[in-house]
């Protein structure tokens, strides 16, 4: 633990961190965040982000290249078609409430007017299930991440496409407060998002290399050999918040989903590759 | 015989006499004890400032922790804090139960002026448009 946070320190010392509060609207937001990393790292071509820390550490991509070979997210992918395939009680399945499913990631996560909220993938799954009759899944662990990893592999290819529809000021507010909440320090280690993702991207934090925060929703659920199964990327933010010693908010409560919708912006043009695998 | 029999008379209402005496102290004490009791139990938090003095620095923590989490800024160990300090004191420990309530405390103001600093915030400067 003093390892963390000496690591943290160090990292919190090194650039400041003065902060403008310009209005821009999410068009320009997702110039400066792509560019950014050009900058950054101008060796990487955009299509590498979306394999997270890999795109800019090539000794942990060798690791990552020999486990991609025999991919440990597979059976959730099969389980989950099963899920898919299997008639509620009711009768009816997952596809009459997703007509184009179960190739549907690239539409999530959306600003739905009637709702007034943003819809993630797998709120959209319980909605589902509870308008038939069936339980709500948990959102961190167990079979959701079964069925998000068969629609995720189905989707594979589609372009990240968010969009904050300009006819309801209401799904501005949203991204705005999924923007703020990346970048407001958090936690007794007093962290953002940002600071570790952005900032300091491809620095070295106790044994791991922080990715880039481009590319970071494209490929979830993901498998991770220290979970040793598949997970949310909502049980990613918990994880986050969690170190920097903040307390987790709800996963598909309204401070995570507004992150997702910004997060997932902010990743625009690049193709989804889900489900993943990482360390 | 009759100045025999007066004597019997005299002894039985004698022995009357000391047993409904008896009688009464015992009420007397059964009373004086309980009553004696009854007081302690009032008097207890009154006779041990530190627990009183505890429950209040609790019942303050989890306002500056609520208080931290009605902007969203709410640390990590501030609830298992004060759960911990609630447990200190259900057990007579208020000593600890004040370290820790104070601790706890702490962290909320913190956690809560950590999103007051940030309130206007808009993008980083490091990000160029």
Redesign the interface.
Known sequence: MKKIIQSLALLALS?S????????TPE??L???Q??FKNRFPGVPMEEYTNGVYSIDPIGRENWEAIEEFPPYEPFIDEGQSMWETPFANGKTYKDCFPDGPSIKGKFPYWDKQQGMVITLPLAINQCREANGEKPLKYKKGPINNILSYIAYESRGQATNVVVPEDDPKALEAYEAG???Y??????L?FSC?NCH??NAGMKIRSDILSPALGHTTHFPVYRSKWGTVGTLHRRFTGC??QV?????KAHGE?YRNLEYFLTYMSNGLPLNGPGARK | MISNLMKAKNREFFRMQIKSMLKIVSLALLLGFGLATQAEQTAAPAADPKIAKAQQMIDDADKARKKA?SV????????KMIKMAKEALKKGDSVKAMQLAAKAHK?GV?GYQ??MA?K??????????
């Open positions: 650039g961190i003065a902060i403008s509060a310009q209005a821009t320009e937001d110039a400066a965040f560019n950014f923007k703020k909440f970048y407001t320090r958090r936690g007794q007093n940002a952005l900032q918040n969690k010693r903040a307390k987790p908010f401070q | 989490a969203e800024s709410e640390w990590r160990d501030t609830g962290q913190l950590q999103a940030q206007d915030q808009g993008t980083p400067s490091y990000l160029k448009y």
